[in-house]
Every structure is written in structure tokens, then in C-alpha cells.
């Protein structure tokens, strides 16, 4: 049978351009002679579209669309992604479907049996389980529909505080005993640097396991925090990647499922390049879903808003891009020089405010409550929020939306000011450490030197009093980053990262200073996810207690 | 049997400060003759840990501290709630139990059956359901013990696009089998003003059904946003409720399940009344489990910051809030004289700062960037973000934890300063509409004027420019909370509020108000819940789409 790939990036509750782009596909496939195109999870709906899914209008209007592409499937059959209404007495009221599409009606539906509920995911909250299994047939071919995470019955847990089975059931167990001649995953599965590979092991594994060939469609673009990479595959029944789909941008492929052999595969790439392509993808779309087209970040001198400002203009255009330059009287010359090079490397419109004098007013009507005390946190944050206000004036006067540069070390440990370089309305490297920061400005640096050398090779510093270097407060990020990402994407306990040989005051010091600034990242930005475990609505704690 | 309900106030992840709470009723109870004393859902790690569940060293901490526990229960019986592993090869880590304990050990395991994953709860996230139904005895009794959502079988749905059997079990069912004499039910259920009846309807439902006493032990206290306001019955087996504990606050009372006639309820109180104790605990709690005393907050002359400062003081005492007075040149004198009033009616600490020369120092260094352009929202929102400098100054200079005096009105329709007024740890009115605001204004004035009058009585403005009213912007609060209510507690679409004849342009103007403000939420501070549906993690929107 021949079938298509369509690999596409989807708007979330954009009914009607979901559903005109979806019917272009279902064209363009028939016209290179398709039998069937596959689109991704929640397709129809965009995905995730989380408490939408509580309204009956939404729901209804998920409906209609279904039938208007049902109606475009003549001469061709489809495979796209909706909720679908549970109509028996009890459960949740629906289920997430695969609707299988032919002669211009709804041939067959296939239910979500696993529904994750967990890190990102949070199906179980809008959807109830399926506990109904069938193929679907069409053209003498029986095809197994799965939907993501039902072939994930087998997890690989990260920690073993946790099970591999997480489920009761596995469906593809139960569709394999009704003999199907290959099987359908549509899925919504978001890119993380540190488990990318997982997700085409279990693929191959199942293919392997149940000698079937397997075809995998995964969404592409990127959905405020969620950046999914495609990365799409066609995997033959003895577990082969024969064909791959590119990463990071749509993408449209059709294959023969009795007759393909010749390999195409994408050319692999290191994690940083990966890094860097999903967080273009993450600016872009965070910005364009959102209908906005312009973006301001302050440029410190410093490497996290040289970075940003790199990736922002990759995605936008430097015409798109503007930055305000903000030294108070504790900047060195060296960073605004530093500063002012790479906005001209860049091409990038910048303008230079001096924020003394506002900071100085500041502490000035505060000089008779503040009477006595001895300067520290308070002022230093003046400075920040100054330039908070700075930069928040030229977004709200042009429409320029906020980057904010924070990265995941600080995120981390509470080291960035609320209100003040806290700000944005998205966090570029929210998810991205600090030693991995210099890696991607390495990265970007390449071929030709975009940033500063400087920038680079300096003691990172706040610049918020004289002489002031990171590492006064926090260990060498080298050390911090490890001990964080076993504590933060392991889940590991002090014994465990002690047993690894790091020093249990440090390991303690950097856990307490995660542990306290959730209040902190209650009110951040929103964070761009590359890794398995990105702060944000992944990874939910208390907000008040003892731990 | 004689049983005692332990009605406390935990801190979640406080092994040690809980379970010493815990022992010391175990001993009030056995010197008052008790045989079994009961204590709320997951009493030994607080309600809820969210992800901490997902840590190791926490499970076992709290496996150690139900044992410690089961060693002081001697000649006395008593049933906590904590997390127990789940052994079985497949599923989630853990269970949600309630341990029976007697004879200085674990005598029974009840485990959770229905995990609620709807609005604030997101119990499937980390345990599994149960599917193993058993009767604990002891001292001659059977005793059906349930967890919370275990009687909960059948909901009361706000709107009909949901089911009101949700479940495909109903443990009380399975449960009634086994012939039990009474029903035990340990909770964690937060107050929602607007629900409040249905828990004691579900309850009396219950007790009626299966011809059986029911005891039902909740929590009080507050848990960053969640407000749990205790109110535990004893319902005899017609139905009736013959005991009922304080609300919000913690208590303790010994019944005996075979004899107990007399009735002792509390007296009935108004909603608004209820609301105005929610919040006060919600303050008192979300600082003290923090670790704080102190407040602070702006005091504009408006209700909204003059009902914050009441609750303040009610929760911490006058001499733990200051307050600031932040005029700007469009400040009305009345504006300063009402809050400078009220401050001395409170006997509160009080400053003035007249920000107009630091607003004045931000404009005229933008001024070379903003050349040709109108003034507009920067502008105005320079002044609140000023403001919150100030605010922020104090906070982080003294300690006092800065309280957010946002209403759920302008929450809702993004009426407020990113960075601005939208500042604070915690935001007392974000669940509480205009015209409920107004209501607890006049509830705390009943006796002697405290907020004057003229706060109460002058049509309600921001003060960003001359003479501007947020009627200017917006629909009459009336109106606007009447349509919000509809579409957000009742989750109503278009047509339905229609229908109540209300006019389809307004409700489409405040339904595109409170859809395009999601980015601000995103970022807003945590809110004091008191309704069924709040802004916050119990109402989870998509960040970037079309809808």
C-alpha cells in the first residue's frame, strides 16, 4: 500500500487552518498516487489543547471539521487526530481518537488506550481510557492504529523509583492477535535532547517484537514551552529505520509498505545543533502562533543574551529584532563594547539607556525607610527591575515581544530577580544550561565569530556590584550543572549523587536553593522544553512546606 | 465505638512537625477514653506533594513516619493517610492509603480506588487506582474505610458536557458487600464557596443509600492556594448530621458511633462570611508555612487594597503589615486621604512615596525612543511598574512578603501591569469577583466603619491618567462578573450565556478579553482559592493558539 507521511505543525484551536492545511495534504497525496496519508495526534485540534477539551463548543466544532476533511477523502483514505465523544454511561466524557477516513465518512475510530499522565503529559485529566480493540481495513490491508504513547506499554523509567510497566494493558498485544499487516502510530511527541533516541528504540523494538512494519507520524512545530521535532519514520518488519522524515520542519513522504528498501535517513547531528534548531523553531512559533513578529531582549555583554539574541534573530529575521543596551554604573566598558559588537554582527537595530540615574532615584526616595541598613539584595534587584521597566516600555509601546534569557542553571537555583531580568514572555534557555550555553555559542561561532570571543571566554558575572562573579554565590557551573541534572532530569537522591562522588554540603547547599526558589518559577516565564525534565508545568511542586 | 476526629492543619513534607501533631492527638484521644481516632487524606506528607511523590527519599521518609506513628498506638486505634508503594509488577509506584493502626503496628491498607484528575486534583499524575476492596476490624466493629473521591462515585457535574458517573467503579458498593457498621471517609477537600453544599449532600447521599453511619474527617488550613476548611460531620444512618467540626480552623471531638443523638452543628453562616475567613487563613498559612511574618502591600485609596490590608491584619496582626502609599500626579488627594485613613484605622505602619520624579526620569530617557508617539499603555504601565519596585524595595529589603491585591475581574480580562500591580507572593482576592469585593468591604465595615466609606462608594479606577474610570475599558462590574461566572465557574459557551439574555457582543468581548490574557495569568502569582474554578492549576489553558 502505498501511504503518506504528513509531517505538519499545527495551531491549537485553529479549526480552520488545521483543516485546510490537513485537506492540502490529503490532495497532494492522492495526487502522487497515495492509497492513504497519515497526519499526527490531536490533528485536527492542535495538541495539547488542555481545559479546551472541557467545552462542549470546542468539542463540537472538532467534530464538524472531522467531517469536512472526511468529506475531502474520495479515491483516498486519511488517518487524522480529534477527540471523539464517550458515549457510554460512565467515564470521562471523551476519548482521544484516530479517526480513519474514506469514501467522505468516518470509516473507523480508534481509541487512546495509554493516556500519559505525567512530566508534560496530562491526557488522563480530558480523556478515558479505550479498552476496545479492531483494525482497520481498507484496500485488502488490515492496519493497526495506535495513537503515541500506546506503544510506550514498556517505559524506559529513568530512576528506579519507578516501573517499566506502567500500564495494565498492552494494546498492541491486542491488536497483534487480529492480524494486521502493519501498524499506524500518529503521535504528538515533544523533542527532548536526553531521550530522543528512547522513542525510536521502542519503535524498533515493536517492530521487531511483532514482525510488522511500523509507520510513525509525529508533529512538528513548537506549542508555547512544547517543541515537537518530527523526525517521522517509516521501519520495516525486521525492525530497520528505512526511511526518516526531516527534524524541526514540516515534512511530506510517501512510502510503499511491501516495497521499500532503499534507506534515506536524516543526517545525524549532534545534541547541541539539535538544541539550537529546536529553540529557533520554539522563538519563531511561540512568537507567529501568537501573532506577533518583533522581539526586544536587553544584550548584557554577557554570554546568555548573546545567545538568545542569536537564535532570535535565526527566527525571525534581523529586521525582527531589536535590544536595548542598559549599563548601570557597575557594568564594565568591555560589556557594553561587547554588547554593541555582536547587535552590529547582527545587524540588529540596538539603542543604548544609561538606567543610573533611574536606579539612583530609586534609592534615593527610599533613603529615609531604608535608613541604617546596609546595601545588599534590595538595591541590587533596582538595578534589574529598571531595566525590567526599559524593556517592557519598547514592548508594550511597538509590540515587541520580550525575550527572556534566564538559563536553567539560574532558573535552578533562584539566581535572577523577579520582576526585573526575570521577565519575558518566553524563556529562550530556560531549559538550557549554563555549560551548555557556551556550547551553543560555540556552536554558533562555528565558522565565523558572530559573538564576541569575549563574551565567551569571561567569568560569567550579574554585574550588580562592583567586581561581583557568579561563582561568589553559586559553585563553578562544570559542577552545579551535574549535580542539577542528576537531581533535576535523574530525580536522584542526595545518596545517590553523593555516591557519584560529589561533595554532599554542595549537593545539599544546591538541592536547598532549588527547593526554595519555587516561588521564584511560579511566576517565570514560560520555558522553552529541550530536555527531558524542564521546570515549568512538567515539573509541579508544592509551592509552600518543609523539604 | 467511641472515635475521635482529628480535624489538623498539616505542612506538607514536615515528617517530624506532622507526625508529632499526629502522636499528641493519638494521646488527647486514648486519655479521652477513644478507641479509634481518625485523621485526614495523607496527613503524614501534607496534601498535596505533586512531584515529591516522585522522589524516593520522601516515600520512605514517610513510610518511616506512619511506622513511628503505628509505635505510639497502643490501646488505641487510629487511621492516617500516607503514600505505600504498590508491589505489583505493573502500574504507577504508589498507592494513595489510609493505614489502619493498632497494637503498635500497620494492622490494614486501604487503598484510594477513584483519583480525582480534574481541575486542582491531579491524583493519577502518581498513584495508581485501587482494585482491591477489604473491611478493617477491630474491637469487634467493621469499618469501611474511604479515601476522599471514594464516596464521590457519582458527581455533580456543573455543566451537562460531563458524566456524572465518571468512574467505572463505586468503591462504596463493593465496600457495603462486606457488611461494614460504619463508614469512615478521610479528605482533603478544599473550600469552594459555591460547591460547598454539594460535599455534605454526597455525604448524607452516602449514609442514606447504604443505611450506615459515616464519619468524615478533613483537613483545615491552607496549602499555598488551597484553602481546606475542615468542617468534618458525624451522619448517623438515616442520614442526619449529628456532629460537625469548626471550619477553618483545627479541631477535635470524640463521638460515639453507636449512641450519639444529640445534635451539636455549627451555626450557619453566610458566604461571604465564609470567604472572609478562607482568605484570612489562606494568609496566615501561606506565610507561616513559608517561614514569614510580615507583609506589605500598596494601599491605592481603592476597595481592592483596602479589604487586602483588613485580611492582612486579621491574619498576621497590625504590627506584621506595612503598608505604601504611591501616588502618582493622577493619584485624586481623596485616593491618598482614604488609604492614609484606613492605615490609621488599621494602626498599621505607613509610607508615602510620590513616584511621579522616578516615572517622570523613565519617560524622559525613553523619549529620544518613543519620539512621535502617542502616550498610551507604556506609559501607564511604567507608573504601576514603578510602584512595584517600591514595593519589591521593601519586600526585599525587610522581609515582609508583598501581597497581591489583584480581584479575579481584572484577573480574568487582564486588567493590570505585568511586572506591576500583577507583583506579589501570594494574591488574597484573585479568586474573589469586583462585586464580591465590594460585599467583603461592607461585611467588614458592619459593625464600624474601618475602609471608609469614600473607598467604597467612588466608581472604581486604576489612576494611570486623568480622570480614567475602568468602566472606560470595561462593562459595568455587575455585568462583567455575572458573564465571567457563567463562562468560567459554570464553563458555559456563548449560546448558553445567550440564552440568559445577556447581549452576544459583550459576551464575546469579555470572552476574548479572558482568552487572549492567558499569557499574563501565566505569570500572575498564586491565587487564594475560594470558588470551584479559580485561575491557577486547577484551570490549565493553552499559551498560544486561536480560540
Redesign the interface.
Known sequence: MKVALAQLNY????FE?NSAKIIKNIQHAKAQGADLVIFSELSVT?Y?????L??????FKAEETVQKIAESCRGIAAIVGAPCI?EN?????LFNAALFLADGRILSVHKKTLLP??DIF?E??HFEPNNDFQIAEYKNKRIAVTICEDLWDEQPTA?E???D????VSPMERLAELNPDFVVNISASPFSYNQESWRKDILIKKAKTYKLPVIYVNQTGA???LIFDGGSVFINNQGEIIKELKYFEEDFLVINTDNEAEKAVQPSSGYIEKIYNALILGIR??LY??GFRKAVLGLSGGIDSAVTAVLAVRALGPENVRVLLLPSKYSSDHSIEDARQLAENLQIQY?L??IQ??VD??EK??S???EG?DP???EE??QA??R???L???S??FGNILLNTTNKSECAVGYGT??GDM?G?IAVLGDVYKTDVFKLARHINRNTEIIPENTIIKPPSAELRPGQKDTDSLPEYDLLDQILFNYIEL?Q???EIEEKGFDRKVIERVMKLVNINE?KR?????ILRISSKAFG?G?????????
Open positions: 495551531i491549537i484551536g485553529d487552518g492542535g495539547y489543547p488542555h481545559d479546551l472541557e467545552k462542549k463548543e470546542f468539542i464517550n454511561e460512565r467515564g470521562k466524557k499522565t505525567y496530562d488522563y485529566r530512576s523509583f519507578g516501573k510497566k506502567l500500564y495494565q506549542q508555547a514551552e512559533d511561540y502562533k501568537s539603542d539607556i544609561e540615574s533611574a532615584g530609586f526616595s527610599l529615609p525607610l531604608f541598613t545588599g539584595v534590595a534587584n533596582i527591575r529598571a525590567g521597566i526599559y517592557m516600555a519598547i508594550n509601546k523577579l520582576y521577565n514572555s530525580n537522591s542526595p545518596d516561588f511560579f511566576q517565570a516565564a514560560p508545568f515539573r509541579k511542586m508544592p509551592l509552600v512546606g518543609r523539604y
